[in-house]
């Protein structure tokens, strides 16, 4: 019988040594106690733009590039986004803002933090706990997740247990889809993260070094396709 490959099995295949190189650094922003890993972000490269494949188009304000960040989002973490110079769609730029979103992620679900609209986190103790809420909110955004938090601890739930909160989605303001879709995207990525664990040559270790240099930001350029990808050419 013929072994089926799987999602990271496709994935593993498209990663090069640039793209494992830049997710090694991004994960540099994350602590030694955090959970978070270079695998963590090779299963959400993965999730969200299937290795750079779907990444959709370039200067919108909606999720888009290597890791489908908002355009507010990823200006929050210093990226250009013009249609003619849109970091999301450069792997070493986008990459970084997303361990450094996921880190601040991590670290809001890990004590009280207000948000917006007065929405206030509840912090969760446990780590790998944590970690559901931080996949969560990466997806379907933090103050939305907090919310869910606070109804289900207004109905006498844990709410530091996902299991517990997920079910109050809805009443926090997502469609059905999108919690539906939410719900399996934490799924989806613990496992794929795992998976990523025992079939890539990323290197856990590396986020025990600081984070690396980038290459400086350039505003004006063109726009190339080289093997299916869209590169940013400065001058």
Known sequence: MVKRRTDVDVWVGRE?????????????????T?????????????QESSFGVLRRSRGIAGAVGDFHLQKDTAERYGLIVTKENDQRFDIDYASIAAARYLKDLNTMYGKPTKLAEGRVTIPIESILERKEFVLAAYNLGEGRVAYAQKLAQEAGKDATNWDAV?????AAGA????????RKYVIDVLKNEDEFALKSNADKKVKNKRPGKTKGACIKGHWITKDHHHIFICG
Request: hydrophobic share 35%; charged share 30%; aromatic share 10%.
């Open 16 to 32: 090069t040594s640039h793209i494992r190189e830049a997710l090694e650094n991004a994960s540099r922003y994350f602590a030694r």
């Open 34 to 46: 955090d959970a978070l890993t270079v695998n963590s972000l090779e299963a959400i490269y993965g």
């Open 166 to 170: 997920q079910v109050y989605l809805e």
């Open 175 to 182: 469609t059905k889809k999108q919690a539906k879709d939410g």
